[in-house]
Nanobody, 115 residues
Framework: QVQLVESGGGLVQPGGSLRLSCTAS????????MGWYRQAPGKQRELVAS???????NYADSVKGRFTISRDTAKNTVYLQMNSLKPEDTAVYYC?????????WGPGTQVTVSS
């Protein structure tokens, strides 16, 4: 089983930046893909960005050009650099890992974009 812990959320003004981190532990060998999802109040959880074991990335249209997903394999950590943040980016952000077609989730970290 894979355990995930997120960090880096907080309150930021519109136009600002945040970097989220997600560290994986446990049975991390052969994780196929890691990514970030978010869920705003009253809305469904949605994919923000993902990165596969060979470095292929995918982004939601709403964050393309503003967010960047990256990873540090040695630290078992995935990052989400978020720039030009907008109020509509406000949500709980969840780290996700897929291994053997089974997903694991972190507890989530709150991101609030407000003046």
């Amino acid at each position: 089983q894979v355990q995930l812990v997120e960090s880096g959320g907080g309150l930021v003004q519109p136009g600002g930046s945040l970097r989220l981190s997600c560290t994986a532990s446990g049975s991390i060998f052969s994780i196929y893909r890691m990514g970030w999802y978010r869920q705003a109040p009253g809305k469904q959880r949605e994919l923000v960005a993902s990165i596969t074991a060979i470095g292929i990335t995918n982004y939601a249209d709403s964050v393309k050009g503003r967010f960047t997903i990256s990873r540090d394999t040695a630290k078992n950590t995935v990052y989400l650099q978020m720039n030009s943040l907008k109020p509509e980016d406000t949500a709980v952000y969840y780290c996700n890992a897929v291994k053997d077609s089974r997903p694991s989730w972190g507890p989530g970290t709150q991101v609030t974009v407000s003046s």
